[in-house]
């Protein structure tokens, strides 16, 4: 069975950086997109940026110019570069992989770690 697992989590300073990285087991057949999202409190669940197999990277407007996401589908990783945090950045940070896996039907599934946690905060 497929499991994704986030790290890099972790307390920051406003304006340092993070790099999140998701690893995923080996047993994905195909890869359609990788995704990050994030949940703060009290909040509902956002996609904070999102990248195709084929096709260049898309954003949320808060995090355009800081946030870098970038995958290796043959690795089946996908990390997201974080620049110039915000407090506002704290949150639960969770991977997204929307694919299909080996041994599974020909249906493409979303697929998601169990979150890493982001604090930004002097």
């Known amino acids: 069975q497929v499991q994704l697992v986030e790290s890099g989590g972790g307390l920051v300073q406003p304006g340092g950086s993070l790099r999140l990285s998701c690893a995923a087991s080996?047993?994905?057949?195909?890869?359609?997109?990788m995704r990050w999202y994030r949940q703060a409190p009290g909040k509902q669940r956002e996609l904070v940026a999102v990248i195709p197999s084929r096709g260049s990277a898309n954003y949320a407007d808060s995090v355009k110019g800081r946030f870098t996401i970038s995958g290796d589908n043959a690795k089946n990783m996908v990390y997201l570069q974080m620049n110039s945090l915000k407090p506002e950045d704290t949150a639960v940070y969770y991977c997204n992989i929307f694919g299909t896996v080996v041994g599974g039907v020909q249906l493409l599934q979303n697929y998601w770690g169990q979150g890493t946690q982001v604090i930004v905060s002097s």
């Open positions: 080996g047993s994905f057949s195909s890869i359609n997109t």
